[in-house]
């Protein structure tokens, strides 16, 4: 599913990634840990196409990232690949199913089609009642479900998280946490998740370290 080989990327002098490859396989919830510096969100970033490496590939579902024009990299992101950040990023002036449905939107989807998908994501995550609140009059648990929705809008076949339960407590954290693997057995998305979370970590399918732009070692929940 996700192919990455010999990936290096510098800002300056500071060489962040010095020569990453790694294999995710399709519908596999992989966990990416490391002391803040390590590169794990450089690397995020350059899996998702938000960054370009300075060498190296990424290549997802078989198409290598690098060949792609701009235009059609930003076509590839909205239709493949979905982010879920630390603070939800949603839009303060728009309604909850107003701001999942703005991908569609980026992507040319009809605006009923459109409502019917958020529509039916929203009563997934148990936010029905929710869908016309603004992002001021939900919690923080319900922001982050709402964040989680807009990334699945466009079914892509890749979810990237980055700390997505950082601004949680313990229990939205144990719920956002246990959503993944929901969404993953009923949507069959690959996750890669950044975190400094121990328990997301832990239960995760694979585990992998990084430190000073390298990877460490790996570990699976069976070791």
């Known amino acids: 599913m996700i192919d990455i080989k010999d990936i290096k990327k510098s800002f300056g002098s500071l060489q962040v990634l010095k020569g990453i490859d790694l294999h995710i396989d399709k519908g596999e919830i992989v966990s990416i840990v490391g002391p803040s510096g390590a590169g794990k969100t450089t690397l995020l970033q350059i899996i998702g196409t938000l960054d370009k490496p300075d060498s190296g590939t990424v290549c997802i579902d078989g198409v290598d990232l690098s060949s792609l024009s701009s235009g059609k990299l930003a076509d590839f992101r909205n239709r493949h690949i979905g982010f879920v950040f630390q ?113 997301l970590a832990s239960i995760t399918d694979r585990t992998i370290k990084m430190r000073d732009g390298l990877l460490e070692d790996e570990k699976g929940k069976t070791d």
């Not at 989807?109 to 019917?116: G, S, V």
């Open 87 to 199: 603070f939800h990023q949603l839009l303060p002036e728009f309604t909850a199913i107003e701001n999942i449905m703005i991908p569609a939107y980026i992507g040319g989807t009809k605006k009923n089609e459109a409502k019917k998908r958020a529509k039916e994501l929203l009563d997934f995550m148990g936010l029905a009642d929710r869908a016309e609140h603004k992002p001021a009059e939900l919690s923080g648990g319900e922001k982050q479900r709402v964040a989680v929705a807009r990334a699945l809008i466009n079914n892509p076949e890749v979810i990237l998280a980055d700390e997505p339960s950082g601004s949680l407590d313990s229990k939205n954290k144990a719920e956002l946490h246990q959503l993944f693997f929901e969404l993953r057995d009923k949507f069959g998305q690959t996750f890669v998740i950044v975190t400094h979370d121990e328990t």
